[in-house]
């Protein structure tokens, strides 16, 4: 790890609180010459599932030696640890509370969607090891987290920082599953800013649906007045405020409506059931 590599900051602050800016102050006064890349500060707050996903789907299009901040801690001053995991040649910073058990590997043919970070190395922080004096029961992002990251990023090594942690905390996302009557059934995770719907069902669980003649699939959302809509492949195909899906830049079946939202005209929610069949 050297100061090249970039810092790459998520929270759930916001920007119109000065929190952000101050931990990158206090990031600054250890390296002035850290690159701090804003992930996103929009994370629902303390919502830690969210901020797991947006790790999980992002921290792949980065370098090998990146360092990942991530604050999303209704946790903070209680006896939860802070923690710097390794997972894939990339460095993650933050407490312990599930942010980032959710980077997925292949098992058995099926996508684990569990702790994956425990086949890699993972170390509790130390306070003795040069952070903040007096650090706030509020800020660890400030007090412990940013310094630890700033740290990393000169070239202190994991292991320099804490002591090796053998139990983190871990928590799974409900995998979809292709059913005998060649349904995929799965549910809503996300939605981005656009009210796109991001669900659990991947492009390769879509191409195990096999329609027959000129059929195609289309999905259902169960408990919701919708009629089955149906697959696109891009979002121009689409006539205005059309709900169709389609396979989005993460690999996953997203639920949109053209030129509108498909959280707010369908009525959506995290966590609705959604089906995958053909017509």
């Known amino acids: 790890m050297n100061q090249k590599n970039p810092i790459v900051f998520l929270s759930d602050f916001g920007l119109s609180d000065p929190y952000v800016g101050i931990v990158k102050g206090v990031i600054y006064s250890i390296n002035p010459e850290a690159d701090v890349i804003d992930l996103t500060h929009e994370i629902n707050p303390q919502d830690v599932r969210q ?7 992002s921290q792949q299009h980065f370098p ?6 991530a604050v999303v801690d209704p946790g903070v001053g209680s006896s939860r640890p802070g923690i710097v995991a390794v997972y894939r040649q990339r460095l993650f910073v933050g ?9 997925t590997a292949k098992k058995e043919k099926k996508y684990c969607s569990c702790f994956c970070l425990r086949q890699e190395r993972i170390f509790k922080l130390c306070l003795k090891h040069g952070f903040r004096p007096g650090s706030s029961t509020t800020f660890h992002a400030r007090d412990i987290f940013g310094p630890a ?20 905390v871990s928590f799974s996302f409900p995998e979809a599953e292709v ?4 349904c995929i059934r ?32 289309c999905l259902l959302v169960q408990d919701r007045d919708i009629s089955c809509i149906p697959f ?7 006539s205005d405020n059309q709900p169709f899906f389609l396979i989005d830049s993460f690999e996953l079946v997203e639920i949109a409506v053209n030129c509108g939202s498909a959280r707010n ?15």
């Open 51 to 57: 901020a797991a996903f947006i790790l999980k789907w």
């Open 186 to 217: 799965g549910q809503i995770l996300y939605f981005d800013r656009f009210g796109n719907a991001v669900t659990n069902i991947s492009a390769g669980m879509l191409q195990k649906i096999s329609c027959p003649g000129s059929s195609s699939p």
């Open 232 to 238: 696109l492949e891009t979002y121009s195909q689409a």
């Open 64 to 69: 090998p030696g990146t360092i990942f901040l």
């Open 149 to 168: 990251a700033a740290l990393l990023n000169l070239g202190f090594r994991p292991e320099d920082l804490g002591e090796p942690h053998d139990n983190p």
């Open 179 to 182: 059913t005998r009557d060649g």
């Open 95 to 103: 407490p312990d509370n599930g942010i980032f058990g959710l980077f």
């Open 265 to 279: 005209t369908l009525g959506l929610e995290v966590g609705n059931k959604v089906v995958v069949r053909c017509k």
